[in-house]
């Protein structure tokens, strides 16, 4: 039998392979980790996280600020026309001071 050295420490005998990279490796090298023997490189980017792709969103969030914004301001004008509609006449025309009587006290 050939014997390996490990990818990291030349000077010394290998025990393992990591069967992500394919690459022999001494005890300091190797590590187990969910009943596999693996590299610390290879371990290292099976537990990164995962990025999941955010951006699919971020081009939605200006169109979406913008429709609410256009949409609270016809609210707001909407709201003050109705209440200017309700209003009686005579309060736009000025007079309705004048059909307004106090009460006069003696």
Not at 20 to 44: D, K, M
Not at 76 to 100: C, K
Request: charged share 20%; proline share 6%; aromatic share 6%.
């Amino acid at each position: 039998m050939i014997s390996a050295q490990c990818f990291h420490h030349s000077d010394r005998e290998s025990v393992a392979r990591c069967p992500a990279c394919r690459r022999s490796f001494c005890r300091e090298c190797i590590t187990e980790h969910e009943g596999r023997v693996l590299c610390a490189r290879c371990l290292q980017q099976q537990l990164a996280p995962t990025e999941t792709p955010i951006r699919s969103l971020a081009g939605l969030v200006r169109p979406l600020a913008v429709a609410s914004g256009l949409l609270a301001t016809w609210m707001l004008f909407y709201a003050l026309g109705w209440i200017l509609l309700q209003t009686p006449s005579d309060v736009h025309e000025g007079t309705r001071w004048q059909a307004v009587k106090l009460p006069i006290t003696e």
